[in-house]
């Protein structure tokens, strides 16, 4: 890899060094004192305070001097470390990172998408936050980058990996029941790997798409149990051909769960809203028409 | 909670009225000062058993004890009756109503109907919160900050728990204005600022926040339920709305609020400190203007609770260097408590180990705070156990190991009999273990990249997790020793009169329990606050 790449791990962990150096330095020395004192001036030691000084200005201004210094230091030490954070190297290749209640979904720029965020090693990458509901975190403790994911807004984080490997990814901001199962991870792969990786086919591309694949990797098995057991959404287990009653603009309304309905369901999660269950599932709008069909095949299969 | 006195005569008596309406109707300082401090300690005792289930529910990765939904909502009930019903009321109302009248030798404070008044309006929002938990769609799974667009969304009972928290924002509006009018109108003769207690200026400081930055909460709080009731799209980026524009309002509160919370335990350690010492407190000036100029500038970094939310790089810059400026009055605080110890006769009763270990442990959460308020470093452990760390270390820790300190320091005063030594120096040394075990651990567990508010986690993380929740089960026993022995004590324990700790503040002056007067005749105060000498002090 390049050897003057600097990574986010390299610009954020001296800071973590020197500030917990001082910290640990300030720590000891005000312990040390305290048993010292507490020690050598004990009652029974000393039945009558030596000394009632109540102010030295010489010893506070030191105490006051110092420890502006030192903390103006961490200040400074601290924004320059954020500053490599937020500078995006120039050839850093795109990746769009789509956070969902409670997946991720990343896409390349070739229309590549992937549940697991697959990047160079050695290139950096800079990853577009978007959100589909609600605020949520990306947060790679490995490179010490973590942006929140905020709806209506755009932001972004970069890093870089020097070392193949697989990194945790996890979603930092909380966001409801599964905002611990929103985890998935850094794939990094030498650069020819990955280049392999980007151009070859989505499995089951393009003529049948895999719907419990897809189920798994767009999110909806977070809400949508397939044994039958209530979660946040309805299971799909015996859904099809059931009787459903369901909220239409807040009226009461039977319907038959058949492909059209299933297929407006997706599109329009809250057209047609399942009686007692909240109004919260987001619309995903990457899905491609061939791609419903395949979810919906596979909704029917659940029995 | 009122057994028979054995003094004579006292507050406890000596108006002739008893029975339940003589207390929840009495607008005398004393009587009010205990209502708070038992339903705060109420509320302090369940929250805690709540954090107690959360650890254990962690003990292990995948499902314990209970689900996910259970888990989050748990954290949050936890999160908001902590803040909002135990900490934030808990020093002003229950200690500062107790003492900060008798410390500036007044007979009450200025507003004793209001006073009574507050705490009605503390009653009221937390039955409104705990009915919020068992109705409509069951309890709030937000967080205690109730960040939207979750928070507009989500089915559970949201709404109705925040209306609970808006009407206490006025009890802590109110107790503010009463405690600054109080400080300004009543203090007796020859009660100079200069001779104020150390806590009565530190609950001076706090007053002021409460009465500036409560409103902007109550007002947060007000467009959140217009959000969730009326659709008004005002933090919804559909609808031209901001996210971010919520997080502000809710930290130019809440990051203050973490004063309220702090300032007034300040206030109780810098008392008990120099007593403990038989010394001045070293540097008395600079420890009152120190409170103050944290209640000032740390109205002004709310900002460093969202470095990775997307504001400007510009806001950042601004946000953490103000962090760092807070970071020094705090530090001179810590400076002039371990000053004061220096060729003193210094005792380690309970009391005054509660105080150094509060030196220890906030000392521990300011400088772990400091990595928070450097940006390069907050990005990595943001949102993670580290802060859940740090914040227990300087709320727990400081505030209250500080609260356990001013029981033992003061309860006996009020009660006229005093708990037995040997257990609570028992109970201290569990809770000060239990409590390291457990919040160090946590901050670990961040450093290694663990989320908060997590329900479930991965492998790595199980050990120090486990770690932890042993350590909370030592917090947990060395708890329930201190409360049993600290009420044996007061109800059947040794008679406690006089001034046993040598104190030379006035409420060591006045007769134990302390008369619904206070004072016999109006005190003219002659000497400093910590001026033990030619005092007649033992």
New interface residues.
Partial sequence: MNPALLTTTD??DP??KF??G??IL??GG??A??LW??FR???SR???????????IW??TI??VL??IL??A??W??????????EVPKNALPVTATARMWSWNFTYANGRTSPKLVVPVGKPVVVDLVSS???H?F?L??F?????V????K?HAWFVADKAGSY?L????????????M?TTVEALPEAEFIAWLVQPEEGQPTKHDGAKLAKEKGCLACHSLDGSRAVGPTFKGLYGKKQTVLQDGKPLTVMVNDAYLRESIRFPNAKLVEGF???MPTVSDLKDDEIEALVDFIEEVK | MMPQQPTPSSFWNDTGKTGITAWIFSTDHKRIGLLYFYSVLGFFLIAVVLGLLLRIELMAPGRTIMGAQSYNALFTVHGVIMVFLFIIPGFPGAFGNLVMPIQIGARDVAFPRLNLFSWWLYMLGAGIIITALFTGGGPPDTGWTFYVPFSARTGTNVSLAVFGVFIIGFSSILTGLNFVTTIHRLRAEGMGWTRLPLFVWSLYATAWVQILATPILGITLALVIAERMLGTGLFDSARGGDPLMYQHLFWIYSHPAVYIMILPAMGVISEIIPVFSRKPVFGYKMIAFSSVAIAAAGSLVWGHHMFTSGMSDTAILVFSFLTFVVAIPSAIKVFNWVATLYKGSISLEAPMLFALSFLLLFSIGGLTGLILGAAATDIHVHDTQFVVGHFHYVIFGGSGFAFFGAMHYWLPKFYGRRYAEKPALLAWGLLFTGFNITYFCMMVLGMKGMPRRYYDYLPEFAPLNLASTVGSWLLAIGLVLLLVNLFRGLLWGEPFTGNPWGGATLEWSIATPPPTENFEEEPVVTHGPYDFKGTGIP
């Fill in positions: 610009a954020v800071v973590f500030i917990f001082a910290c300030l720590l005000i312990t004192t305290v004192f507490a001036y004990r009652r000393a039945p009558e305070p030596t000394s009632q000084v109540a102010d030295n010893l506070e105490w006051i420890p502006s903390v103006m961490m200040f030490y601290g924004w320059a470390g954020y500053l490599t954070l937020r509901d609600i605020l975190g947060f403790p490995a010490r980058v973590k942006r929140d905020v709806p209506g807004m932001n945790d996890f979603c930092s901001q909380y966001c409801g029941k599964g905002h611990s199962a985890i909240q109004p919260i």
